[in-house]
Nanobody, 123 residues
Framework: QVRLVESGGGLVQSGGSLRLSCVAS????????MGWFRQAPGKERESVAA????????NYADSVKGRFTISRDDAKNTVSLQMNSLKPEDTAVYYC????????????????WGQGTQVTVSS
């Protein structure tokens, strides 16, 4: 499995921005789909964004389209999530995840997970 370590979470005011980063290690990283998931209190884990191995294919949850941007830098073994115009409903623990498939958005296909980083947005 790919080992993943997230960073960049914190407390921000509504309308502010945060950039989450995930550092990965493991074989065939460049072939993996990378994704960001989140889980808010009382809610199930949901997919936020995903980026395919080519970096040209992305997918976003409707709730974050136009506000969040996922990117990857395979040379540095990193994937990032730029979050702008944050809202209180974005408050959640955010997880970085990796899938062996070159492109997928199915949660069950992601088999490597980071420890999570807390994002809290105040009104």
């Amino acid at each position: 499995q790919v080992r993943l370590v997230e960073s960049g979470g914190g407390l921000v005011q509504s309308g502010g921005s945060l950039r989450l980063s995930c550092v990965a290690s493991g074989r065939t990283f460049s072939d993996y789909t990378m994704g960001w998931f989140r889980q808010a209190p009382g809610k199930e884990r949901e997919s936020v964004a995903a980026i395919g191995w080519s970096g040209a294919v992305t997918n976003y949850a409707d709730s974050v389209k136009g506000r969040f941007t996922i990117s990857r830098d395979d040379a540095k073994n990193t994937v990032s999530l730029q979050m702008n115009s944050l809202k209180p409903e974005d408050t959640a623990v955010y997880y970085c995840a990796a899938s062996r498939y070159r492109w997928t958005v199915k949660s069950a296909d992601f088999t490597s997970w980071g420890q999570g980083t807390q994002v809290t947005v105040s009104s």
